[in-house]
C-alpha cells in the first residue's frame, strides 16, 4: 500500500527558506511522477511543482519560477520541495502526490489540471510566511 509522509513545513518570515521532504513507502518512487500541491482555506489545491522521477525536466507553475526546487533520491525514496524567498502568498497546507499512472512528458500542468491516474495522497505539511 502506497504511503506518502511529508515534514518540513513550519512558520518562517517573507524571505526565508523551507525544504518540505516525502518519504514514500510501499512502492519505489522511480519512475513515478511526484509532485507538491499546496492548498488554503476556502480555495482548491493547486500544483506547486512536479518531477517524474524517470527523466524529463520539472515543471514549476509561474508563482513560484526561480524560488522552487523540487528533486527527489531514489536511494531514499524520498521528494523534496527546497523553496526560497519565500513570500507570504506560500502560506497554505502542502501535500505531496504520487501517481503510478502517469508517463514521462505528461507529470506538468495537465496533470496538475486534473488528469490523474493512479494517483496518492500525503497528509500534508503546513506552511505559514508572515510578512
Known amino acids: 500500500q502506497v504511503h506518502l509522509m511529508e515534514s518540513g513545513g513550519g512558520s518562517v518570515q517573507a524571505g526565508g527558506s523551507l525544504r518540505l521532504s516525502c518519504v514514500a513507502s510501499g512502492y519505489a518512487v522511480s519512475s513515478t511522477c511526484m509532485g507538491w500541491f499546496r492548498q488554503v482555506p476556502g480555495k482548491e489545491r493547486e500544483g506547486v511543482a512536479a518531477?517524474?522521477?524517470?527523466?524529463?525536466?520539472?515543471y514549476y507553475v509561474d508563482s513560484v519560477k526561480g524560488r522552487v526546487t523540487i528533486s527527489h533520491d531514489n536511494a531514499k525514496n524520498t521528494v523534496y520541495l527546497q523553496m526560497n524567498s519565500l513570500k507570504p502568498e506560500d502560506t497554505g497546507m502542502y501535500y505531496c502526490a504520487a501517481d503510478l499512472g502517469i508517463p514521462i512528458g505528461s507529470c506538468d500542468g495537465v496533470w496538475f489540471a486534473g488528469n490523474y491516474g493512479m494517483i496518492h495522497w500525503g497528509e500534508g505539511t503546513p506552511v505559514t510566511i508572515s510578512s
Open positions: 518531477l517524474h522521477t524517470g527523466g524529463g525536466s520539472p
